[in-house]
Nanobody
Framework: QVRLVESGGGLVQAGGSLRLSCVAS???????MGWFRQSAGKERDFVAA????????SYGSSVKGRFTISRDNAKNTAYLQMDNLLPEDTAVYYC??????????????????WGQGILVTVSS
């Protein structure tokens, strides 16, 4: 029922910042939400996740300290603020949501709902 649509991707130079948005077509206030990314020829990797009430957050080791996940339940939207971007951050970024918890993101990489993905390119 709920569909997720990402926006805010594009081209940015290394050291720059970008903010991704993920808008749900329906209410996701009770869903954990998060982000994954996938580079060409590589597996999809976990980036960040946030609990339904924002009490819990989790980050992949490669982005911890540089990326910040947040959400606005009134807008059915999750955000990924990306700072100090590196060329290795180049990937298609996917928004995801799950009615359970952030565990669905940190293990198994199998959230229930997925967006189409959006490209982020970081140049040197």
């Amino acid at each position: 029922q709920v569909r997720l649509v990402e926006s805010g991707g594009g081209l940015v130079q290394a050291g720059g910042s970008l903010r991704l948005s993920c808008v749900a077509s329906g209410r996701v206030s009770s869903y954990a939400m998060g982000w994954f990314r996938q580079s060409a020829g590589k597996e999809r990797d976990f980036v960040a996740a946030i609990s339904w009430n924002s009490d819990s957050r989790s980050y992949g080791s490669s982005v911890k300290g540089r990326f910040t996940i947040s959400r606005d339940n009134a807008k059915n939207t999750a955000y990924l603020q990306m700072d100090n971007l590196l060329p290795e951050d180049t990937a298609v970024y996917y928004c995801a949501a799950d009615p359970s918890s952030i565990v669905a993101f940190t293990t198994g990489r199998n959230p229930e709902l997925w967006g189409q993905g959006i490209l982020v390119t970081v140049s040197s």
